[in-house]
């Protein structure tokens, strides 16, 4: 059963850990991560962007799924469904299909529209049991069309936002999506540190997660991070897989092409690529 995901993250804070959110974007990705957290006994949080839930076919087909998976492969460790990067009213669309959690960006909008949303947000979602993540800041690069420069979050404005009651928070902190340049600066530990001043107890989020070196990931967490996004390096592993299968023309050999074992090699990286992330964040036998 899906539950919400704050739980699994107040106990990643006062652990000294952090929870995985990886993306979906079919069924093998979803397959290889529920069966990855079981394996390595860890929670686990599937995050869905409005694009990807747009591609696997609409929210209700993702929650069917994912419904269906964790029944079917017995999953029996704390797994959140969680829409990331959500519209205002995108959040309102998860909350419909039976999402146990949204999360809400509004680090475009001016500070007051930002609480304004956020606060209607957080009554509907808490009313149904769900857990809700704001955004305060911009998550650098390009997400579903949305550019963000990478500003690091005000602090005092993570502050007016944690007040409002939200579950856990994304604070900019200088991490980009997809693939980090040559000429990054790094995560601005100062801003981390003042926004966890700010915001106490509440668990903190690192979007970005795909390329960030291990001792970063490391330090954010004792920091106050508790749940950490990673996407592209599941996508860049899959690619490379399928890549050498069908480069060594093993798609040619006997039913080689049957999309059972055409994707098995992506698959495999996949969980690889989770295993070795739950290991670095300090979830495996946390479940």
């Given at each position: 059963m899906l539950v919400s995901a704050t739980e699994m993250l107040k106990k990643a804070k006062a652990g000294h850990y952090a929870v995985g959110q990886f993306n979906i974007n079919n069924l093998e990705w979803t397959k290889a991560i529920l069966l990855t957290a079981k394996e390595n006994r860890s929670p686990v949080i599937l995050g869905v962007s409005e694009g990807a839930g747009k591609y696997m076919g609409g929210y209700d087909v993702v929650v069917g799924m994912v419904n269906g998976l964790l029944k079917d492969l017995d999953i029996d460790v704390p797994v959140a469904l969680h829409l990331d990067h959500g519209t205002f009213e995108g959040c309102y669309k998860c909350i419909e299909a039976g999402f146990s959690s949204i999360m809400f960006d509004g680090s475009h909008y001016p500070i007051d529209e930002n609480i304004a949303k956020t606060t209607e947000l957080v009554k509907v979602a808490h009313g149904k049991g769900m857990s809700?993540?704001?955004?305060?800041?911009?998550?650098?690069?390009?997400?579903?069309?949305?550019?963000?420069?990478?500003?690091?979050?005000?602090?005092?404005?993570?502050?007016?936002?944690?007040?409002?009651?939200?579950?856990?928070?994304?604070?900019?902190?200088?991490?980009?999506?997809?693939?980090?340049?040559?000429?990054?600066?790094?995560?601005?530990?100062?801003?981390?540190?003042?926004?966890?001043?700010?915001?106490?107890?509440?668990?903190?989020?690192?979007?970005?997660?795909?390329?960030?070196?291990?001792?970063?990931?490391?330090?954010?967490?004792?920091?106050?991070?508790?749940?950490?996004?990673?996407?592209?390096?599941?996508?860049?592993?899959?690619?490379?897989?399928?890549?050498k299968y069908v480069e060594a023309g093993k798609d040619l050999e006997g039913k080689g092409f049957d999309p059972r074992k055409l994707l098995a090699p992506g698959f495999e990286a996949i969980k690889a690529t989770v295993k070795e992330k739950m290991e670095l964040f300090g979830s495996v036998g946390r479940a």
């Open positions: 809700i993540e704001a955004e305060v800041g911009s998550i650098g690069g390009e997400e579903d069309g949305v550019v963000g420069m990478g500003e690091c979050a005000d602090p005092n404005e993570c502050k007016q936002i944690a007040d409002l009651g939200v579950d856990f928070l994304a604070a900019g902190i200088g991490n980009i999506h997809g693939k980090y340049p040559a000429n990054w600066k790094g995560l601005s530990f100062e801003t981390l540190d003042a926004v966890q001043q700010k915001t106490g107890e509440l668990p903190l989020v690192l979007h970005g997660g795909t390329g960030i070196p291990a001792d970063m990931i490391k330090k954010a967490i004792t920091l106050g991070v508790a749940k950490i996004n990673v996407n592209t390096e599941c996508q860049l592993a899959f690619a490379e897989a399928t890549r």
